[in-house]
């Protein structure tokens, strides 16, 4: 490809709203381009980025089976309403009717479409398991976009749906995927975690997320010292050792309190005790049903919101509660009780079973309780996991320390069980006793301008992009400088004859455009055509600060695979 | 392969509402699956197909220089609004909005998407020419889907857009894309006839239509009979000879007529002359602004709607007039004047200059008039060509006659000029000169799911599909016979092993059912694996009824390319 022709080339200067790296680069270097916000052209140099790693993705899941197809991206809201939906938050749904009022969902997940292509067949125990995938467009109506492609409202992702016997044959597939998924990062140069994550609007029972290091991710995870546990902030478990397990069980007392003490840091002021002595209350609203909901928890600990909304059963519905939802059930900020307020739900963090003679949990303007004790002066409707893991906390087992991490999540997987095939009727095989059996299920995604934005987030410097090879839209960057444009041209004859693929910057720009150019657009190997090299190529490598002169012939010895 | 593990395997008995082949062959054979009316699965099977057309595409679109992106699926209206295509209705767009509120059309097509990301940057005379494409889903809210790919409503489509300095570059350009659409059909096995073609609400100057003769094809198209000349009935030009030259003029005069002389017909019958001796007229009503336009033509020719609209500048908005509408203009239907009804616009056939004497032109209840003369007693706003050609006419130069022929258009190629860059501002290039110039552009089209339909109508017998090679989905089905398992499974791996693909019907069915299965499925070569072959292999191409016995080594020699 001659860099003359080429559509996308780079450009300068700074780009306004531009929080990350990969988002500056991508744009500089003529790989993308914004249309409306979270939107993206890849322009023909990104797209031949996204098409390898959409190849690699490919070949490992038709290496473990995957069978490639496609979905329509409209998909019918009968649908989604058959399993409900249409009624959770996780991402805003955009809907679209048409010419005949038929109401359709802008894909932005397609569990439902393919449950309801594979109950047109009679699945017999004999097809199973199998696993189908696709490539294709999702749409998100995303509250925000985060500036470049590591959260947009449109993208391609490749979406597995797997169908199994039962759950024990699952185990099996769940297995092979997540050992594809970590081969097909590691071929893209990308050390991803497996992490267990939250399960969301997906449905099922346990999932993994697998996270890239890095400092701009939005997913933060705790892990073991020795990486043996590793689990999303939402997901996370740890323990809660006993805070003052001699100490001496004492009488509830209502006791006065200053009125200038509001707030958990008064409160240790006041009392000179750590946070953990305290009680704490956290009041949310269920956004579809108006439910108050409380978590009551130890002080120093924070509530998961997350953890509390499974608790719950209200995945993505619960809001901080306003002043308003307060006043509702007859209290305000800072004067929550543990116990009491009618109308609302009470839901323990497991903490409050570490503390005796807890403090707090009744507080009036110029009152509060003390020696509050669970099980003998109060108690939630239950006890739950409900509070957020931080670093230096213990693992469960108590044996080890927890980190903290973070990252771009560039895929999950997702075991649903019978989540969908008992909403969707029809959604059976026939085992071999002769009787229908709901499809046991799992599935798998990778959004692919994400994990393209995570390479270049771990693979740049200072002047630009340094692409791994495996997904380099070009494999040389031929640079013919003052007067070499004949010589030029016959090595890039030679080379694309050889196989090879090389971006060759034709142009009459100088040397100094020309370096600075290749370096932002980031080809693994530079080769320079020059009067001066007496015929002989200039070879460097993009990720190397040493050029060295080579023969055409040894340059396609080193190029080929 | 195993087929035993494929999602999507053959089915039987009819299928209903079915009227086309390909519809019925592309769902028994397990290549596809209708979600909603006009929205498609592609199953595995037919995935492989359709992925084989895409890459066959591509490699000729790369080879004449196209460069491959990707353009969001979700346009901005605004973008639409610019180019006025909001008001067309070529297709109906479907629209949507997202939380905050903003507007977006489902794309159909992406001219607009494009020049919207070509004008961020600032293009050269040096950066000419240079052509764009993507393989991206279309939407398209068509009235009527018709049965399988042959008309649907969501589809894969490769659409290419370049950009040049002007008029004569682009002749260059378009040429080359024709023969790249050619080059792309003769490989997929099809002759596509490349026709001059209505542009409708894409716009331009010129078109042409790539169609493939078939039955069951909309696209109706005239040729002559060397074949020098072909063109969609909407556009196809013919010779109107003049009908009674000789005839001298006669004076105008209003006659009695009887009550009962009403259509064409009853004129015919009541003058004793043929049917091109009279005045027609049909009477259309603008749907986006009411108007009332008469097309006024020779009694034996039909008016074409579509050229009427070009000659009124009202491309997709004229319907044929109501009841009401006649009254409107103060007249019924049968009593329409060729002048004078009070706020309509009259357009002429260029026929009216054919005939002396016309008779018609002021139908009463008991009078018509006789000898009108187009020039003396009439005029109309202007003369057009606004008839349907018909099979039989001749050519424009008067030397070859027409024939009709039929077919499915597979791609469409566009002039569109300065249609989009006159209308989206900035969509300029810097000329040599330092001047700003518009862009001179043009589009390329293949719809991939309907090609893959032309080649099933093409390529198939009473028992199945005969997929030409280039693009099945596998090279060889691989039939294993009673108790042969473990010696199929030997030549499924060395078969595999040397790069072939292989569908292994490995089920435990009987010869008969896979054998029909097969036969359905339409793989090019059948390779039974059976005991009473004695270690060689039963070898038999789709098209033919000849088997033969074959070893290993001659199976693999013949394959390989």
Known sequence: MRYSKLFGKTTHGELKDSRFISHQLLTKGGFVRESTAGRYYFLPLGWRVHEKIRAIIKEEMDRVGGQEMITPLLHPISLWKET???????????TVKDRSDAQFVLGGTAEEMFVDLVRKFKISYRDLPFTVYQFSTKFRDELRARGGLLRV????????????RDASDFQQTYHTLAEAYHRIFRRLGLEAAQVEADNGYIGGEYCHEFIVESEVGESRYLES??????????VAKFRREPINP???????????QPEWVKTMEDNVKHYGLPASRFLKNVVYR????????????????????????????????????????????????????SWGHQGARY????????????????????????????????EC???????????????????QTLIEKRGIEVGNIFQLGYHYSARMEGAVFVDQDGKEKPLYMGCYGIGLGRTLAAIVEKYHDDRGICWPEAVAPFQVHLISLGGSDQKAEAVYRHLTDAGLSVLWDDRADSPGVKFADADLVGIPVRLVVSERNKGKLEWKRRDSRTAELLELDAVVERLRP
Chains 1, 2 share one sequence.
């Open 347 to 378: 839901i323990g963090d497991l903490s409050l079973t570490t503390v005796r003679n807890f403090i707090g949990g009744q507080k009036e303007a110029e009152t509060d309780s003390i020696n509050v004790n669970y099980g003998r002066d109060f």
């Open 153 to 164: 409202r449109e993208f391609v992702m490749k979406d597995a749906y797997s169908f199994d």
């Open 381 to 399: 409707e239950k006890l739950a996991d409900i509070a957020m893991a931080q670093p230096g906390y213990l693992t469960e087992d108590g044996r």
């Open 225 to 234: 010292a020795d990486g043996s546990y590793r689990a999303h902030e939402d």
């Open 246 to 256: 001699d100490e001496e069980i004492k009488p509830f007392q209502i006791i006065p």
């Open 84 to 94: 409900r939906r249409t009624e959770s938050v996780g991402f805003e749904l955009m």
């Open 286 to 337: 269920n956004v579809q049903t108006g439910e108050i909901v409380i978590g009551t928890i130890r002080g120093d600990l924070e509530v998961n919101k997350i953890k509390l909304e499974h608790a719950v059963d209200a995945v993505g519905q619960l809001e901080e509660a306003t002043d308003a939802d307060l006043a509702r059930i007859g209290t305000q900020r800072g004067w929550v009780h």
